[in-house]
C-alpha cells in the first residue's frame, strides 16, 4: 500500500520513474520492493521490508554518496544527472566519464556540481578521465579544510564468488538516493574491457555510484544495463578507480574541453583493438567455396540467419558479427569493429537478374553515422582485387573525425565476382581507428577472402 | 487616292482586290480593248502589306496599288492601322525618280523598326529592293512588306500527310522495343514468382505515362497552333525514353566491365542532355517558328541544370559525382579490367588521408548541420 501511494505522489514529478518502481514489485524478484522503497528518506526505510543487510550497507554509506549534477552555466537549470561518491578523506570522488562528459568537453557551456545526502550542494572539479572504461575521477572544489568520509575499495586479492550479494547505490532518475540489491556474476563474456555482470536493477541516474560488498567496501562502478534484459546490468571493476586514483590524486583540474585526453585515450584504444583483432585470426569452414571472414568468439559475438526467398528469388545466409564494448565519447560512441556478410544463391534467377538483384544488394549500404558535426563525409577508393584467382569488388570508405584528430571510421565493401548466379557481400565497419590501423584493418580483411581450402 | 483597296480582314479574303473596281485601259487609237485577261486588266499590285499576329499567323492584308503609300492610325492613311500604340501618321512608302523605294516616319513617339534597325521620328530608311519580305514593326504592330519584284519563296510540301505515312512503321519499332525494353527492366526486379503481376503494372503504367504526357503536351500544341502534333509528341517522348532505358544500363555495364566509377558518377548529365534534348523537340512543336531560341533556352537550361546538381552533390556529400562507388555488378564474364593485388590496392588508399584531413578542418555548413541530424543513428 504505501508504494503505491509514493508512486501517486511521484507520477506528477517523473512519470518514468513511477512506472519503473510500480512495474518491480509485479515481478517475482526479491530486490524489487527495496529499491522503490529505500528510495525514500531515512525515516521510510525503517518501515520498508529492506533485507538487513542492504539497509546497514546504505547506511554505512550514506554519506559518502552523492549526486553530480551537470548544470547549464549561468543557467541554474540541470542538463544530466548521475552518482558518484567520496573515494578519500581530501574530496576525491569517482563517478563514470559519461555523467561529466558535458562538463568534460564542452566546459563553456556546462559546470559540475555535487549534492550529499542531506542535501549540501558544493562545486566540483574534474582532475582525470579513464575514458575506456568509463571513470571520472573529481575533486570537491569546497574541499580545503574539511574532512571527507571516503568510502574503501575491496582488495583484489579477495574476488568475490559468483552469486555473492552485491549493494548497488545511486540516485536514480533524480528520485532520491537508493539501494539496489543483487548478486554479482563474475566477469561479462566477450567483453573487450573486464565489467562485472550485476544481477540487479540499475536505473538512468544511478551512473557513477559505488557497488558495495556486505562489509560495505567497493566492488565496482554502475556504469550499464541492458535495456532488452531483466536485471542485467554492469559494473566497472573497482580496481580500475584504485589506479585512476592513484595516478590523478593530486593532479591539477582540466582547465579545457578534454578532447585532447579524449584522443590520446582513443589512440591507445584503437591501437590495442587492431592488434587483438588482427593476432586473433578467423574462423576456419565458414562457407563451402570460399573463405569468407568471421572472427573467433572472443571479444565479438556473431548471429547467423537464413532467408530463403519466399517468391522464387534470392535465397541469402547472412552473419552479423558485432562487439559488446562501445567507447562512450560524449556525443557518440566510438572504437568498435563489426563485420557481417551475406551469401547469395541466385541459381533459380538466371544471370542477368541475379546480377541486378547482386548489384541492388552491394548499393543498399548505409555510409552516414554521425551527423556532419562531427565526422566528414565518406570518401571512397575502389576497384578488383584478386585474391589467388578469386576476383573481388573492393570498396574502402573512410571518414574522419572533426574533434579527435587523426581518428578515422572504415568501411571495406567486398563482393565476389567468380560466379555468374552466386556470390558473398562482406561488410567491415571499424569506428575511430588511426589511418595506419585502418589501412592494416583493411588489407587484413580482404585478405581473407579466397577459396576454400 | 483611288489606288489603294480597303482590305478585306481576314488574310484568306485577299483575292477580294480581284473584284475591285478598275477603269477600262484605253489604247493609243482610243479603242476600247475588249478581251484582255483578268489579271492584265485591273490595276499591277505594287506591294502587299501583311498584319502579322503573335502566332505568325496573317490577319490582315493591304494591298497597295501606288507610291506613296500613307500608313498611320487616323482615317485619312491609304492603310488604316488600329494598334493605339501607332501614330495618326506613323509612316510613309515613297518610290523616288529612280525606282528607289524608302520608309519616311512621320510623327511618333514609338518610331518605327526595320528588322533590327530602329528609325526615329523625321527619318527615313531606303527599302532593299530584291528581299523577299521587309519585317517593319510599327507600334505593336507587326507588318511584313512583300514587294511586287521580289522573288517569291518556293512552295512548301504539305509535310504532314506524306511524311506521316512513312513515319507510322519506325514509330512502331520504336515503341515495340520500348515496352520490351520496360518488360525486360520489370522481369530484372522481379523475382519468377512475381514477374506477370509486375510486367503488367509497369507496361500499364508506361503507357498511362505516355498517354498523359503526350497529351498534354498535344493540348499545349493545340491551344498555341491549333494543331495537336500529338503523333510528333509521342515519337520524341518514345525516343527519349528509350534513350533513357539505355542509358540506365550501358554507362553501368560499361563502368563494371572496364573499372571506370567516374562513368556512373556522371552519367546524370547525358540524362539531363537527353531530357532537355527531348523538351527541345516538344516545344518545338509549340513554338515552330524560333528554333535557335527554344535551343538556347533549353542549353541554357540543362547547362544551369547539371550545375546545380553538381553544386548540391559537394554540399550533400563533399563530392561532384552522383555515387559514392561503383555498385553495378554484371556477371564475371563482363569483365575486362584486371584486378590488381591486396597490396597495391591498399597502397593506393593513402591519398584519401590528406583530403579526409582537410575535410576535418572545414566547419560544417548551415545546411550539412540541418540535414545531419536525422542522419545520426548513433545515441
Not at chain 1, 557497488?211 to 566492488?219: I, N
Not at chain 1, 589512440?267 to 565458414?286: E, N, P, V, Y
Amino acid at each position: 500500500m504505501k508504494l503505491v501511494r509514493r508512486c501517486a505522489v511521484a507520477v506528477s514529478v517523473l512519470a518514468l520513474g513511477c512506472t519503473a518502481v510500480v512495474a518491480q514489485p509485479a515481478r517475482p524478484t526479491p530486490n524489487g520492493a527495496p529499491v522503490a522503497a529505500a528510495a525514500a528518506a531515512a525515516a521510510d526505510a525503517a518501515s520498508a521490508p529492506v533485507s538487513f543487510s542492504a539497509r546497514k550497507v546504505y547506511e554505512q554509506a550514506r554519506t559518502q554518496l552523492v549526486q553530480i549534477r551537470t548544470v547549464l552555466k549561468g543557467r541554474g537549470s540541470q542538463t544530466s544527472v548521475g552518482s558518484g561518491f567520496f573515494v578519500s578523506a581530501e574530496g576525491h570522488i569517482v563517478t563514470n566519464f559519461h555523467v561529466v562528459s558535458q562538463a568534460a568537453l564542452k566546459p563553456e557551456y556546462h559546470d559540475l556540481v555535487y549534492v550529499t545526502a542531506d542535501g549540501r550542494e558544493a562545486p566540483l572539479q574534474i582532475l582525470q578521465l579513464d575514458v575506456l572504461h568509463d571513470l571520472a575521477l573529481l575533486k570537491a572544489a569546497d574541499a580545503a579544510g574539511r574532512g571527507f568520509d571516503a568510502l574503501a575499495f575491496r582488495a583484489e586479492a579477495r574476488p568475490l564468488s559468483q552469486g555473492e550479494r552485491i549493494y548497488s547505490l545511486g540516485n536514480p532518475l533524480d528520485v532520491g538516493f537508493a539501494v539496489a540489491e543483487g548478486t554479482y556474476n563474475g566477469v561479462v563474456r566477450r567483453g573487450f574491457y573486464p565489467q562485472i555482470f550485476f544481477g540487479g536493477a540499475l536505473s538512468a541516474g544511478m551512473s557513477g555510484g559505488p557497488a558495495l560488498d556486505q562489509e560495505g567496501r567497493v566492488v565496482g562502478i554502475n556504469v550499464a544495463r541492458r535495456v532488452d534484459g531483466e536485471q542485467v546490468s554492469f559494473l566497472v571493476p573497482a580496481s580500475y578507480a584504485v589506479k585512476l586514483l592513484a595516478s590523478g590524486r593530486s593532479a591539477p583540474p582540466l582547465a579545457t574541453a578534454a578532447y585532447d585526453v579524449l584522443t590520446t585515450q582513443l589512440m591507445a584504444h584503437q591501437a590495442a583493438l587492431a592488434d587483438r583483432f588482427i593476432d586473433q585470426g578467423w574462423k576456419s569452414a565458414t562457407h563451402p567455396r570460399y573463405q569468407v571472414p568471421v572472427p573467433p568468439d572472443v571479444f565479438m559475438r556473431c548471429w547467423g540467419s537464413s532467408e530463403p526467398s519466399r517468391t522464387g528469388g534470392l535465397d541469402v545466409e547472412r552473419s552479423d558479427c558485432a562487439m559488446d564494448t562501445r567507447i562512450f565519447a560524449g556525443d557518440f560512441s566510438i572504437g568498435t569493429i563489426a563485420l557481417r556478410h551475406e551469401s547469395y544463391d541466385g541459381s533459380r534467377l538466371g544471370p542477368l537478374r541475379f546480377a541486378a538483384r547482386y548489384s541492388q544488394s552491394f548499393r543498399n549500404e548505409r555510409f552516414v553515422r554521425l551527423s556532419p558535426e562531427f565526422q566528414t563525409k565518406p570518401q571512397c577508393h575502389e576497384d578488383f582485387v584478386d585474391r589467388a584467382g578469386l576476383p573481388l569488388r573492393a570498396v574502402i570508405c573512410m571518414r574522419a573525425y572533426k574533434k579527435l584528430p587523426q581518428l578515422y571510421d572504415l568501411t571495406v565493401l567486398v563482393a565476389t565476382l567468380d560466379q555468374s548466379q552466386a556470390g558473398v557481400q562482406g561488410r567491415l565497419d571499424a569506428e575511430g581507428f588511426s589511418f595506419e590501423n585502418a589501412q592494416r584493418l583493411s588489407r587484413h580483411y580482404i585478405e581473407a577472402y579466397g577459396w576454400a581450402k | 487616292m483611288g489606288e489603294i483597296e480597303l482590305p478585306g480582314s481576314p488574310a484568306d479574303d485577299a483575292d477580294a482586290t480581284a473584284v475591285a473596281p478598275l477603269p477600262l485601259r484605253i489604247d493609243a487609237e482610243g479603242a476600247v480593248e475588249p478581251t484582255a485577261p483578268v489579271a492584265s486588266r485591273r490595276r499591277a499590285t505594287r506591294a502587299l502589306l501583311e498584319v502579322i499576329d503573335r502566332d505568325g499567323h496573317v490577319r490582315q492584308v493591304w494591298t497597295v496599288q501606288g507610291w506613296p503609300a500613307r500608313v498611320g492610325r487616323a482615317l485619312d492613311n491609304d492603310i488604316v492601322l488600329t494598334d493605339p500604340h501607332v501614330a495618326p501618321h506613323h509612316f510613309t512608302l515613297t518610290q523616288d525618280e529612280q525606282g528607289q523605294l524608302a520608309l519616311v516616319v512621320g510623327d511618333t513617339v514609338n518610331g518605327v523598326a526595320i528588322g533590327l534597325h530602329r528609325i526615329a521620328a523625321g527619318a527615313s530608311s531606303l527599302l532593299p529592293r530584291d528581299a523577299a519580305a521587309v519585317d517593319v514593326v510599327a507600334g505593336r504592330s507587326r507588318l511584313r512588306l512583300r514587294l511586287a519584284d521580289a522573288p517569291v519563296a518556293p512552295e512548301l510540301p504539305l509535310a504532314g500527310v506524306a511524311v506521316h505515312t512513312l513515319r507510322i512503321l519506325p514509330s512502331l519499332g520504336i515503341g515495340l522495343v520500348l515496352l520490351a525494353g520496360i518488360a525486360f527492366s520489370s522481369y530484372l526486379d522481379s523475382d519468377p514468382d512475381t514477374f506477370s503481376r509486375l510486367v503488367g503494372q509497369a507496361l500499364l503504367a508506361a503507357l498511362s505515362a505516355t498517354a498523359l504526357w503526350c497529351g498534354a503536351w498535344a493540348l499545349l500544341s493545340k491551344t498555341i497552333t491549333r494543331q495537336s502534333h500529338f503523333s510528333w509528341h509521342l515519337r520524341v517522348f518514345m525516343v527519349a525514353g528509350l534513350t533513357l532505358l539505355a542509358l540506365s544500363a550501358i554507362p553501368g555495364l560499361l563502368a563494371f566491365s572496364l573499372s571506370w566509377p567516374w562513368l556512373t558518377d556522371f552519367s546524370f548529365i547525358a540524362t539531363y542532355a537527353v531530357g532537355a534534348t527531348a523538351l527541345y523537340f516538344h516545344l518545338l512543336a509549340i513554338e515552330p517558328a524560333r528554333p535557335r531560341l527554344l535551343r538556347w533556352v533549353v542549353a541554357t537550361g540543362a547547362v544551369v541544370g547539371i550545375a546545380l546538381t553538381l553544386w548540391f552533390n559537394v554540399q550533400r556529400t563533399s563530392r561532384v559525382g552522383e555515387e559514392l562507388y561503383m555498385s553495378h555488378l554484371f556477371p564475371p564474364k563482363l569483365r575486362l579490367a584486371q584486378p590488381l593485388a591486396t597490396d597495391r590496392f591498399i597502397a593506393e588508399l593513402a591519398p584519401l588521408r590528406a583530403l579526409l584531413d582537410k575535410k576535418a578542418k572545414e566547419a560544417p555548413s548551415a545546411e550539412e548541420l540541418g540535414a545531419g541530424k536525422d542522419d545520426d543513428d548513433d545515441e
